[in-house]
């Protein structure tokens, strides 16, 4: 499976920006899938991740409330929307192809998309 994120960029804080994932695969649209993030000297973190149909979603403390993960199965993409956005959500963020918060649960990972969060 490929994955490619796109949508990130330079954000001030409070700002939002809308992440994409498009995956591919005759059965891509079938996947549990999930975004991470890894900020400059840090480990790569669990952000959020949805079931296939999006029957389930799971996020991380510090995404609850600000941000929503979302597919739309028929343009075999995964999305995140990323609102009130604050200095420390700058990173790149990588979707992936799993379900939960641990790395290992992931398998395949797309290249990254840069997010900045600055005044």
């Known amino acids: 499976v490929q994955l490619v994120e796109s949508g990130g960029g330079l954000v001030q804080p409070g700002g939002s920006l809308r992440l994409s994932c498009v995956t591919s695969g005759r059965t891509s649209s079938r996947y549990d899938m999930g975004w991470f993030r890894q900020a400059p000297g840090k480990e790569r973190e669990f952000v959020a991740c949805i079931t296939w149909r999006g029957g389930s979603t799971l996020y991380a403390d510090s995404a609850k409330g600000r941000f929503t993960i979302s597919r739309d199965d028929s343009k075999k993409t995964i999305y995140l929307q990323m609102n009130s956005l604050e200095y420390e959500d700058t990173a790149v963020y990588y979707c992936?192809?799993?379900?939960?918060?641990?790395?290992?649960?992931?398998?395949?990972w797309g290249q990254g998309t840069q997010v900045t969060v600055s005044s």
């Open positions: 992936a192809r799993g379900y939960g918060s641990s790395r290992s649960r992931y398998d395949s």
